[in-house]
């Protein structure tokens, strides 16, 4: 139950200003989508919201700034690359997600054993209980990440990139599952968003991104325009409309050298 709201967030590391004077409020049960291309900062804000980085301007939760280190009851992240630790299985992996609410040394309860159990079997996982987290492929350890970070029961949910190691199959079904729980739970949810199309089909607000700064915010019907995404990604971007009334967003042609 917690809406976020971000005021004027700037975080460098060292010289480098990764994020400059974002604002975004994000109300309970809503779903943003942050887009930008690479290095725009959308991986930084997150951190930043999840408290993982330090940063001047202020993020509030209900309207509380929570101390960076007491955030992981109310925030779970699930970032961009999860590096699966070794000698640990999926469902002991699963169960970190648990951390939070575990009293130092206290033995998991029934309601910990039982939300692991569930984050296992939605995101269709049961199969994998008992393999090894390191020696899995990068889309099921992306879905066996989702699922850590479903267990963990916070409000606001924050995903870097969820699906960009997933097969367009499972992209689609990921996605509607996340949306699914947080209709469910009224979660909170920032995703940063590779697949355009995605972001437009699924978030109620978009922040476009470029050079740590906002270039846009508002609606995908608002945001997710050629005008807009040309000049941030570089490149000649068409905005088709698909059959189900949804739009495909494709670039047509790259204004970039890499
Ligand atoms: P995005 O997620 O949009 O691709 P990031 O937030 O990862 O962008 O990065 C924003 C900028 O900050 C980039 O220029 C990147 O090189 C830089 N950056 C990211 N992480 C670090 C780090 N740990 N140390 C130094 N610079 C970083
Ligand atoms: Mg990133």
Not at 4 to 10: A, G, K, L, N, R
Not at 39 to 49: D, M, N, Q
Not at 181 to 202: K, P, Q, S, W
Request: overall charge negative; aromatic content about 4%; glycine content about 10%.
């Amino acid at each position: 139950m917690t809406r976020v709201t971000v005021t004027d967030v700037s975080v460098s590391y060292r010289d480098r200003v990764a994020v400059e004077g974002v604002s975004l409020d994000v109300e309970q049960g809503h779903w943003i989508g942050l887009v930008g291309p690479n290095g725009a900062g959308k991986s930084t804000l997150l951190r930043a919201v999840a408290g993982l980085v330090d940063y001047s301007g202020e993020v509030t939760f209900d309207g509380v700034a929570v101390p960076n280190a007491e955030r992981s009851k109310t925030v779970a992240l699930l970032p961009q690359n999860p590096v699966m630790p070794t000698g640990m299985t999926v469902g002991e992996y699963v169960l970190l997600g648990r951390t939070a609410h575990l009293s130092w040394l206290a033995a998991e309860t029934d309601h910990d054993r039982a939300m692991v159990g569930e984050s296992i079997e939605r995101l269709d996982l049961l199969d994998f209980a008992g393999r090894p987290v390191d020696e899995l492929s990068g889309g099921e350890a992306q879905r066996v990440a989702l699922a850590r970070a479903l267990a963990q029961e916070s409000s606001v949910l924050l995903l870097d990139e969820p699906t960009s190691a997933l097969d367009i199959g499972h992209e689609l079904a990921v996605l509607e599952l996340v949306n699914e729980i947080r209709c469910e739970r009224m979660l909170t949810v920032v995703a940063a968003m590779h697949n355009l199309t995605a972001a437009g089909r699924i978030a109620d607000h978009v922040l476009v991104m470029a050079n740590g700064a906002t270039e846009a915010i508002g609606t995908p019907a608002e945001v997710l325009t050629s005008e807009v995404l040309g000049p941030v990604f570089g490149a000649d971007i068409s905005v088709l409309d698909a059959p189900d009334g949804t739009r495909v967003i494709v670039p047509l042609r790259s204004g970039h050298s890499i």
